[in-house]
Every structure is written in C-alpha cells, then in structure tokens.
C-alpha cells in the first residue's frame, strides 16, 4: 500500500514539473529589421526624389502610393514582429516611424481632397504644424536612444536635418514662394545621406540573416 501512494505521488508530481513546459510558448525568432528597414528605405527613396524635383516639388501626391501602402505598413509590421520579440527600443522606433508615414500619407490625401476642411490661409500653417510636431518628436528619438550603436544616431541626426529645411522650406513659402525649392532639396539632399545610412543598415541585417557577420554599427554616444 505505502509502495502504491508513493507511486502515485511520484507520478503526479512528475505531472506537476511537466506543466510550465507544456504551457511554455515557443518564442518566435527573427530579426524585424529584413522587413522595417527595406520599407524604410522605398519610401524614404521616393520622398527624396520628389524633394529634389524628380518629380515636380508641388506634386505632393507623387510618392503618397509607396508610402502609404508599402512604408508605412511595413513599418507597422516591423513594430509589431520586434514587440513579440520583447525588441523594446526597436518596436519604438519602428512604430514612431509607421506613425510618421501613415500620418504624412493622410495629411497629403486629406489635402489633395479637401478632408479636413482647411482654407488656402490655414494649409500652409497646418503643414508647419505636421512638420514641427514630428521634428521635435524625432529630436527626443534620437536623444532618448543615444545609448544605441553610432550608426542609428547618424540616421535620426539626418532625418532631424531633412525635416528641418523641409520645415524652412514651408515656413518661407508663406512669403515668397520663390524661396521655398532650394531648401526642399537641401531637405532631400539630407533625405538620401540618412538612405545611405539605411542601406548600410540593411546590408548588415541581411549579412547576418543568410549567416554571415553583422556589420560594425559604431560606438554608441554614450554607453
């Protein structure tokens, strides 16, 4: 009898230890950066052609297809695979810059379309605003990951560039619209230096996905 109960105490508690492994879910693997970064760059490619008037400056719609349907979804995407990573700060960035091109993708649909109900006197400031708000956003970015390899401070340094003659670009349209194309393509001159940044970015993500070594990122500005 005594062989019998300590028999079956022996086979539940075997039972018991079993059940944190088969309630244990598998933690996917993968690096969201094959998708985030490649997106990144297609619409930041067409922004940046559009800027230094490949296209005409005025024609804001011109690069509203790529970014809204493959920029800024894949962004998205991006953030959501790296929180199932428990990838905080790249979530972060990943979902600020899906943000920022879906929003950018509605401000120019809502204005080709007359959304939201703007005057001629007010679109210009509301532009300013859109671009104000996301440029103070991606200064805090770039200060708040400074602990991050050097290669993503260069990158958010550049993009904080690119918004600001883009916003001086705006910001002397309302004065003399002469003034204006100069500094859209200082903007997107920048646009590019932060794409080349991307590229390297990619190309270090993509070495070390089809087992190779990642590529040096650079010291980060503070450790």
């Known amino acids: 009898m005594k062989e019998t109960n ?5 086979s539940t508690a075997a039972e018991i230890e079993d059940v ?10 993968g690096d969201p950066a094959m998708i985030g970064v ?9 922004l940046a052609l559009n800027l230094v008037g490949y296209v005409d400056q005025g024609t804001t719609g011109a ?3 790529i970014i809204a349907f493959a920029t800024g979804i894949g962004q998205l995407i991006a953030a959501i695979w790296a929180a199932s990573l428990a990838q905080n700060a790249v979530a972060s960035i990943f979902a600020i810059f899906s943000g920022f091109w879906i929003s950018y993708a509605a401000l120019v649909f809502g204005l080709v379309h ?8 007010t679109t210009i400031p509301t532009v300013k605003m859109f671009l104000l708000s996301w440029l103070i956003l991606i200064i805090i970015l770039t ?10 401070t260069a990158l958010f340094v550049l993009v904080d560039l690119a918004l600001v003659f883009v916003l001086i670009a705006y910001s002397n349209l309302s004065k003399a ?4 194309s100069g500094d859209l393509r200082l903007g997107g001159i920048f646009a590019f230096g932060f794409i080349l940044v991307g590229v390297y970015l990619f190309f270090g993500a993509a070495s070390a996905a089809t087992g190779g070594k990642p590529l040096p990122l650079g010291r980060p ?3």
Do not use: E, Q
């Open 6 to 10: 300590m028999a079956t105490s022996s």
């Open 20 to 29: 944190p492994a088969r309630n244990t879910v598998a933690v996917p693997l």
């Open 38 to 46: 490649p997106t990144f760059l297609i619409g930041s490619l067409a």
């Open 63 to 65: 690069p509203i297809a």
């Open 114 to 121: 007359g959304w939201y109900g703007l005057t001629a006197a």
């Open 143 to 152: 200060l708040a990951t400074l602990r991050l390899p050097l290669a993503f």
């Open 177 to 180: 619209a002469a003034a204006n």
């Open 221 to 223: 500005v503070l450790k």
